[in-house]
């Protein structure tokens, strides 16, 4: 009864997720313009899934995940949303149940559950699409508790072997899970008892207690699993360029994760300000902040140390909100976010312990009736619900969420670049440009910024301006994709300006870095065209529909089928020209020439 309330709780703020759409947030490279996960979940789809480490990631579970997803809805955005809502329902139960079990606390429990599926901080996670990599491994990483926590009850190999499946498949579907062997010894320690002088949270658990290092020894296949899935993920993110894209030393990098840490806590305990991004301050970081975060989290510290035998869940609640934050902290830079809501997801699960067992302990020593705990309690759940799901309406488009952030945060270039880019997709373009602009003074490094730029200044015929934005994001990033997508665009521009030597040579580095860019093929077929080597252009227009199927595509092909005297064919192009596009005149008028 009590897990089936906690899901009508979640669904109740998380329904209007189905009536969302994609956002240019990620979206595209997981899920709409992946070639591979439109496919659906086909065996080339696996195969390429367990090899594959694009997005700066081996995550091979997270990729099935989209595409079986694409395999059920298609791309209608709500089933890919309602799956990620259903994870994140099974996540709040698994909470639950697991608490429950091991403590035989069911209120405490069950508050903790109703805050972790409510909370603000993990509309991110959950109305994000592209963040199923998220919930998806707290999944098994909560699997995987449940099943050490009959392990520990009756220790077995095949008990041990599904802690060590369950881990694996966490580590598949996201890496950050890294630091879940050290959780289980926080385990023995609360609420399990495992280790010598520690007793368990409820006298209703019988295990067998052993020396630290004993427990430690038994962890070694799982330290053995982090160690490989660490490996793994470093050579990614260095392959794909996303390791150190702040050059910030060592220093600045402790300060913003010492603030960080802070900030997550306060964010738990007031979530206003939520933000898709928040802008990395490097140098310009406040000292006082530095300073006032240090000495609160040496504090809480040695407070919860004080505690230790007394109440063991607040030493085991800090030390897992420390250490499983430990991964994304920013000690090794991955991307320009300073810290980000989505890392909370499993961290603060740790400080929601904490605050609700302790404060159910205050409660009982002071012997308050039902009413004065149930009174407070109701009031947060409310205020969280209020507040959960005003935040995750920001997530029903690109311009609605990044309206936000720029609202929030200041000097955030993404967000500039994002808005920019939403409003370029409602057709805006003149909307967009001072956004690009903005951006490209906060951070004059910023490539998105430039291509942008490039991009507005070329569908306005200021052509050489283009080309020398588009040369110079090209020299500032290291993003394959946008690399790829900037050269597609500087082929567009040399073509128009008549020098068709450099504009087979931008199409051809375009494809050299992602060969599925569907508008490099179709730029090298109406070079092909312009050339008069029909066959060519008959083949690369083709190519380009395979990958994305567009009017202008099928439109430009049947141009040159009708020039070969394949007019069946052409006129086949040209209405499926029509059904993308019913008024594309051009197509209509070519159709209605080969019917007669």
Not at 222 to 229: G, K, N, T
Not at 281 to 304: P, Q, S
Not at 566 to 589: T, V
Request: hydrophobic share 50%; aromatic share 12%; net charge neutral.
């Amino acid at each position: 009864m009590l897990s089936l309330l906690l899901v009508v709780f979640t669904l109740g703020i998380y329904n209007q997720a189905a009536h969302f759409g994609f956002v240019n947030f990620d979206d595209d490279r997981y899920i709409t313009d992946n070639q591979h996960v439109r496919a659906g979940l086909t065996w080339n789809t696996v195969k390429w899934a367990m090899v594959s480490t694009d997005e700066a990631n081996w995550h091979p579970l997270t990729w099935m995940s989209h595409a079986l997803d694409c395999s059920l809805f298609r791309l209608n955005p709500a089933g890919h949303h309602y799956t990620s809502v259903l994870l994140h329902c099974l996540n709040v139960v698994l909470v639950f149940l697991l608490l429950w079990g091991a403590t035989r606390r069911a209120g405490p429990s069950f508050l903790v559950a109703a805050v972790f599926a409510l909370h603000p901080i993990n509309a991110e996670s959950v109305a994000w699409v592209s963040e199923r990599k998220n919930v998806l491994s707290t999944t098994f990483f909560l699997l995987t508790l449940g099943a050490y926590g009959a392990y520990a009850l009756k220790p077995g190999w095949k008990r041990y072997l599904a802690v060590a499946a369950w881990f694996a498949c966490g580590l598949a579907a996201k890496p950050m899970i890294v630091t879940l062997p050290f959780v289980l010894l926080l385990l023995d320690v609360w609420p399990l008892g495992r280790i010598n002088g520690w007793s368990p949270a409820s006298d209703v658990l019988t295990v067998r207690q052993l020396s630290f290092g004993k427990l430690v020894w038994e962890r070694l296949p799982l330290f053995a699993l982090s160690a490989a899935s660490a490996a793994i993920t470093m050579h990614a993110q260095r392959a794909a360029g996303a390791v150190g894209v702040l050059p910030y030393p060592l220093d600045v990098r402790l300060k913003n994760a010492v603030v960080s840490y802070a900030m997550y806590v306060w964010k738990a305990i007031w979530p206003a300000d939520l933000a898709p991004l928040y802008p990395y301050l490097g140098h310009d970081l406040a000292l006082w902040k530095v300073i006032a975060a240090a000495l609160f989290l040496v504090a809480t510290t040695l407070l919860v140390l004080m505690m230790r035998q007394s109440r063991s869940y607040l030493l085991v609640g800090w030390l897992w909100f420390l250490g499983t934050l430990v991964p994304v902290i920013g000690l090794v830079q991955v991307g320009n976010q300073s810290m980000a809501d989505r890392y909370a997801y499993i961290p603060l699960l740790g400080i929601f312990v904490m605050v609700i067992f302790g404060a159910a302990d205050v409660a009982a020593h002071f012997k308050l009736g039902l009413a004065w705990k149930l009174a407070p309690a109701l009031c947060v759940l409310a205020a969280l619900s209020f507040a959960g799901h005003r935040q995750i309406s920001y997530w029903r488009s690109s311009l609605d969420l990044w309206t936000h952030a720029l609202a929030v945060t200041s000097n955030n270039f993404v967000a500039e670049d994002s808005i920019g880019g939403a409003l370029v997709d409602l057709g805006r373009t003149d909307d967009a440009y001072p956004h690009f602009v903005r951006a490209g003074e906060i951070q004059p490094a910023d490539p998105v910024a430039h291509c942008n730029v490039g991009a507005y200044l070329h569908q306005h015929g200021h052509l050489h301006e283009a080309v020398a934005e588009y040369q110079l994001a090209v020299q500032l990033t290291v993003d394959a994709r946008l690399r790829a997508t900037t050269y597609t665009n500087m082929g567009a521009a040399y073509r128009e300006l008549g020098d068709p030597e450099k504009s087979q040579d931008s199409f051809q580095q375009a494809l050299r870095l992602n060969p599925n860019q569907f508008n490099a093929w179709l730029g090298m077929g109406l070079l092909a065209e312009q050339q008069g080597r029909v066959n060519d252009a008959a083949e690369d227009f083709s190519r380009s529909l395979q990958l994305r199927p567009t009017a202008d595509g099928f439109f430009r092909l049947g141009q040159v089928l009708a020039m070969t005297g394949h007019s069946s064919d052409a006129l086949n192009a040209f209405q499926n020209a029509l059904q993308l596009d019913p008024n594309m005149a051009e197509a209509r008028q070519a159709a209605a020439a080969l019917s007669h």
